[in-house]
């Protein structure tokens, strides 16, 4: 299997999805600049978290324009694996591949720590090899909270497309645990197909036992595992 991971000006998180890709699953991995023309045979395809041209603008807004993206957009259309982390999940908004939209933090300030997730459907590419409900995975961000109109958020929660929700160490939905004001306190979704994904918090960074958290694993063993 081949992982491409986008390089955007202003990314800052794509070695740190480098390094848990390759060891955390073993897996090769490719780099992929924002000018690229050609994902280069990817089978998935990872946009990293950062401050892409600088999040002027808006965060994701320029970056949608890169020349790459016209790949991207054609390959999640046709269906391929897309995980959009942080920045990644405001670009993937902001090409119109994921609904919603991503707006500054309800405290206007920028939130970097630990949170502790409830992952909403356990069923998906990005989830299926937890075995636990509850996953504590560090955000870091200043642009972080979901929106969406009610009929939208309405149709995510039928259609089973909200994967992670932010919660108390004890899985219950509350305002206490929403670090930016998200809407129904979501914190990662899917589109109706499936196949791509976005999430505020950062997986990646919690991937090595040196870390002390490893509860990011998960996500990458579950794509490994959707794939086989």
């Not at 405290?107 to 636990?132: A, E, P």
């Not at 961000?141 to 919660?167: M, P, S, W």
Request: proline share 4%; hydrophobic share 35%; aromatic share 8%.
């Amino acid at each position: 299997m081949k992982f491409g991971v986008v390089v955007f000006p202003g990314s800052n998180c794509d070695k740190d999805i480098i390094s848990a890709l390759e060891e955390t699953i073993n897996q090769k991995v490719i780099v992929l600049w924002h000018k690229d023309t050609d994902l280069k045979n990817c089978d998935v395809i990872f946009l990293p978290g950062g401050f892409s041209f600088g999040d002027y603008l808006r965060s994701g807004a320029i970056a949608k324009f890169s020349p790459i993206m016209e790949k991207v957009i054609k390959f999640g259309k046709e269906g391929g694996i897309i995980i959009g982390i942080c920045n990644g999940f405001q670009i993937l908004t902001e090409s119109g591949l994921l609904p919603g939209a991503l707006l500054h933090n309800t405290s206007n300030k920028f939130i970097c720590k630990n949170v502790n997730l409830k992952i909403t459907n356990t069923d998906s590419v990005v989830t299926n090899q937890y075995k636990k409900s509850v996953i504590k995975i560090p955000i870091a961000h200043g642009e972080g909270r979901y929106f969406a109109d009610k009929e939208t958020i309405a149709d995510l929660f039928t259609n089973n497309q909200v994967i992670f929700q932010y919660c108390n160490e004890n899985g219950e939905i509350d305002s206490i645990s929403n670090p930016n004001g998200s809407l129904s306190n979501i914190a990662g979704v899917c589109n109706k197909q499936r196949n791509i994904f976005g999430m505020m918090p950062h997986p990646e960074r919690a991937s090595d036992c040196k870390l002390k958290n490893t509860d990011g694993i998960g996500l990458f063993k579950s794509i490994l595992a959707s794939l086989k």
